[in-house]
């Protein structure tokens, strides 16, 4: 593939910004684009030339989640392979979540499944009224296993029971209700606004913004250690399901899938 799955710019302030770059579909992301927004991420954590990471998304979408394709590619294969693809998500959203720089989503679109963890993994999301929002796994016979923690801390676990169940779209005014966006602006303002946060967050010492960061994890200590893992092993298991393959696949097909109870 010839284009760039993810494009990177930096400016002279120090601030990163990583742009999902598949806009054809709406941003989805593979095996490919985990592994490079990881990577990207790690390394911007360790430069201390970079204070800010921006995640925007080139295109209509901010982004659709994983590649539905790719998905249905892996439920044709082991539950260990499907474990540790999911270990790799699992992976980027922890990087991104604990990155000891602030970060910052450009919300300019609709987000659906995993595009609503990277959000809800971000430090400050700003959107605009075009956003859409969806936590729509169980339509596909899954559930948002690896954003869950993420997203549960975003809206809380009373929300979390009706979206993860309902999948029901969200305006933007309802993700900001919910706690997954902090600021709704109009779209010819939204660069102006997030300008504007990014002023505020240079001013303050990075040593400090760091340590903010961690005094706020350390509220959330209660979580099990081995969170990652075990959500990982829960998507995995359901792609390679009999009921995640029908998902995936009438999803695809554009048909009804037909659910085996009992």
Same mark, same amino acid.
């Given at each position: 593939?010839?284009?760039?799955?993810?494009?990177?710019?930096?400016?002279?302030?120090?601030?990163?910004?990583?742009?999902?770059?598949?806009?054809?579909?709406?941003?989805?992301?593979?095996?490919?684009?985990?592994?490079?927004?990881?990577?990207?991420?790690?390394?911007?954590?360790?430069?201390?030339?970079?204070?800010?990471?921006?995640?925007?998304?080139?295109?209509?979408?901010?982004?659709?989640?994983?590649?539905?394709?790719?998905?249905?590619?892996?439920?044709?294969?082991?539950?260990?392979?499907?474990?540790?693809?999911?270990?790799?998500?699992?992976?980027?959203?922890?990087?991104?979540?604990?990155?000891?720089?602030?970060?910052?989503?450009?919300?300019?679109?609709?987000?659906?499944?995993?595009?609503?963890?990277?959000?809800?993994?971000?430090?400050?999301?700003?959107?605009?009224?075009?956003?859409?929002?969806?936590?729509?796994?169980?339509?596909?016979?899954?559930?948002?296993?690896?954003?869950?923690?993420?997203?549960?801390?975003?809206?809380?676990?009373?929300?979390?029971?009706?979206?993860?169940?309902?999948?029901?779209?969200?305006?933007?005014? &309802? %993700?900001?209700? +919910?706690?997954? #966006?902090?600021?709704?602006?109009?779209?010819?303002? !939204?660069?102006? @606004?997030? =300008? *504007? /946060?990014?002023?505020?967050?240079?001013?303050?010492?990075?040593?400090?913004?760091? &340590? %903010?960061?961690? +005094?706020?994890? #350390?509220?959330?200590?209660?979580?099990?250690?081995? !969170?990652?893992? @075990?959500? =990982? *092993? /829960?998507?995995?298991?359901?792609?390679?399901?009999?009921?995640?393959?029908?998902?995936?696949?009438?999803? +695809?097909?554009?048909?009804?899938?037909?659910?085996?109870?009992?």
């Amino acid at each position: 593939m010839s284009q760039q799955l993810l494009t990177t710019t930096r400016d002279p302030r120090g601030v990163l910004t990583l742009t999902l770059n598949r806009p054809e579909i709406h941003n989805a992301f593979n095996d490919r684009l985990v592994a490079a927004l990881t990577e990207r991420i790690e390394a911007a954590g360790h430069d201390s030339d970079v204070r800010v990471l921006l995640l925007a998304g080139e295109g209509k979408s901010f982004s659709a989640g994983a590649d539905l394709n790719w998905m249905r590619s892996k439920a044709e294969a082991a539950e260990s392979e499907n474990l540790a693809d999911a270990l790799a998500l699992a992976g980027l959203m922890e990087r991104l979540d604990r990155l000891p720089k602030p970060t910052i989503a450009r919300v300019h679109g609709p987000a659906f499944g995993g595009g609503v963890g990277l959000i809800a993994c971000c430090d400050i999301a700003i959107g605009t009224p075009q956003v859409k929002m969806a936590l729509s796994e169980v339509k596909l016979g899954l559930v948002p296993a690896v954003i869950g923690p993420y997203v549960v801390r975003a809206i809380g676990p009373r929300q979390a029971r009706r979206y993860f169940q309902t999948a029901e779209t969200m305006n933007a005014d &309802t %993700a900001q209700r +919910l706690g997954l #966006l902090h600021e709704v602006v109009a779209a010819t303002v !939204l660069d102006e @606004r997030i =300008a *504007e /946060i990014v002023n505020s967050v240079l001013g303050a010492g990075p040593a400090a913004l760091e &340590t %903010a960061k961690k +005094l706020v994890a #350390l509220t959330q200590e209660d979580r099990p250690a081995k !969170l990652s893992r @075990r959500t =990982a *092993e /829960i998507i995995a298991r359901l792609r390679a399901s009999a009921e995640g393959r029908e998902g995936l696949s009438a999803f +695809l097909e554009k048909r009804q899938p037909k659910w085996h109870h009992g």
